[in-house]
T-cell receptor, first 110, second 134 residues
Framework: QSALTQPPSASGSPGQSVTISCTGT?????????VSWYQQYPGKAPKLMIY???KRPSGVPDRFSGSKSGNTASLTVSGLQAEDEAHYYC??????????FGGGTKLTVL | QVQLQESGPGLVKPSQTLSLTCTVS??????????WSWIRQPAGKGLEWIGH???????NYNPSLKSRVTISVDTSKNQFSLKLSSVTAADTAVYYC???????????????WGEGKNKWFDPWGQGTLVTVSS
C-alpha cells in the first residue's frame, strides 16, 4: 500500500479559507467513506479533527469541514486563525484490514 | 474519558527487539467496537500505521512490517503491547498508541466479528521516542 498524497505545504491569511487535498486510489479513499483528518502541533500527539469524510468530533470548531470526490478527500479550514497553524494528516481505510496515512501538510497562517 | 499512555525503553540496540506497552485508563480495552493500534512517526516525517489488535486477540499488521511485528493484549491489565524485532536505525521514531473506531459487519451486545474497517484514531497517547543505536 502507498501513502496518500498531500501537498507538503499550504497557507492563508487570517480569516481566509484554505483547502488541503488528500489523494488516494480506488482501493482506499475511492472505495470507503472512512477518511479521517488529524491536526498535529510540534512535539504533540495528533488530534482527530474529521472522521467518516465529513463528521466533526465534539469540540472541533465548525470552521473545519471535510469532503470527498472520487479518490480525493479534502479538508477545508474556514476563517483561518493563528492557532490553526499546524501539520495536518489524512488517513483512510485501505481494505483488507489495512490503514494508510498521507504524508502530511504544513499549514501556515500568514 | 479514555486515556492512553505508552511505556518502555527509549533506547534499543540494532538487531534487538523493541518492546512497548500501552496502558488504557478511563475505559475498557474489551469494548466491542474498537481496535487498539500502534502508529509511529520518524522525526520530521509522516505517520505510519503499524498494526492493531482486537480485544479477542485478533491482529492485523502493516504489510511492510508484518514479518517483524507482534501486537498482544492483556485484558486483565487493560494493556496492549508492541514488539518489533530486528530493529535498525530506520525504526527510530516516536511511537504512539491509539484507540481506533471500527465498523464491523456483525456485532452482538458484547463483541463484534468479521472484517472491521478502521474509521478513525482517537484518543492518542502522548507518544514515546524510541531510538535505535548501539
Amino acid at each position: 500500500q502507498s501513502a496518500l498524497t498531500q501537498p507538503p505545504s499550504a497557507s492563508g491569511s487570517p480569516g481566509q479559507s484554505v483547502t488541503i487535498s488528500c489523494t488516494g486510489t480506488s482501493s482506499d479513499v475511492g472505495s470507503y467513506n472512512y477518511v479521517s483528518w488529524y491536526q498535529q502541533y510540534p512535539g504533540k500527539a495528533p488530534k482527530l479533527m474529521i472522521y467518516d469524510v465529513s463528521k466533526r468530533p465534539s469540540g472541533v470548531p465548525d470552521r473545519f469541514s471535510g469532503s470527498k470526490s472520487g479518490n480525493t478527500a479534502s479538508l477545508t479550514v474556514s476563517g483561518l486563525q493563528a492557532e490553526d497553524e499546524a501539520h495536518y494528516y489524512c488517513s483512510s481505510y485501505a481494505g483488507s484490514n489495512n490503514v494508510v496515512f498521507g504524508g502530511g501538510t504544513k499549514l501556515t497562517v500568514l | 474519558q479514555v486515556q492512553l499512555q505508552e511505556s518502555g525503553p527509549g533506547l534499543v540496540k540494532p538487531s534487538q527487539t523493541l518492546s512497548l506497552t500501552c496502558t488504557v485508563s478511563g475505559g475498557s480495552i474489551s469494548s466491542a467496537t474498537y481496535y487498539w493500534s500502534w502508529i509511529r512517526q520518524p522525526a520530521g516525517k509522516g505517520l505510519e500505521w503499524i498494526g492493531h489488535i482486537y480485544t479477542s486477540g485478533s491482529t492485523n499488521y502493516n504489510p511492510s512490517l508484518k514479518s517483524r511485528v507482534t501486537i498482544s493484549v492483556d485484558t486483565s491489565k487493560n494493556q496492549f503491547s508492541l514488539k518489533l524485532s530486528s530493529v535498525t536505525a530506520a525504526d527510530t521514531a516516536v511511537y504512539y498508541c491509539a484507540r481506533a473506531g471500527a465498523a464491523f459487519p456483525y456485532c452482538s451486545s458484547t463483541t463484534c466479528w468479521g472484517e472491521g474497517k478502521n474509521k478513525w484514531f482517537d484518543p492518542w497517547g502522548q507518544g514515546t521516542l524510541v531510538t535505535v543505536s548501539s
